[in-house]
């Protein structure tokens, strides 16, 4: 079973920038892709990123190429999304999401939910001047 816990969110004018932590308790963390999806009121949830198990290969929506960088730190059971060049539109609940994939160099940008076993709280970020 694992637990996870975002953080980092917060308030942020256009253009500037925020980290996010997503922190596991549980075994084996360096077993798992993680994922990161957001979700704007009234819309649906849009997959942001993902970093996999096995040689940290990332994947990005096309609405964060460029500006958002994932990256994890197995020793700190921990992975940090880097916003930057925030923009309105990027406003929403963050949460970080995890799924058992050992060995594998493969991770899936979750369309919803479903896509991922494990799922945080989430974390509001807002980006409005």
């Known amino acids: 079973q694992l637990q996870l816990v975002e953080s980092g969110g917060g308030l942020v004018q256009p253009g500037g920038s925020l980290r996010l932590s997503c922190v596991a308790s549980g075994p084996t963390f360096e077993y798992y892709a993680i994922a990161w999806l957001r979700q704007a009121p009234g819309k649906d949830g849009e997959g942001v990123s993902c970093i996999s198990a096995a040689f940290s290969n990332s994947k990005y929506a096309d609405s964060v190429k460029g500006r958002f960088t994932i990256y994890r730190d197995n020793a700190k059971n921990t992975v940090h999304l880097q916003m930057n060049s925030l923009k309105p539109e990027d406003t929403g609940v963050y949460y970080c999401?995890?799924?058992?994939?050992?060995?594998?160099?493969?991770?899936?940008?979750?369309?919803?939910?479903?896509?991922?076993?494990?799922w945080g709280q989430g974390t509001q970020v807002t980006v409005s001047s």
């Open positions: 999401a995890a799924e058992r994939r050992p060995l594998s160099n493969l991770c899936t940008v979750p369309l919803d939910k479903g896509f991922y076993d494990y």
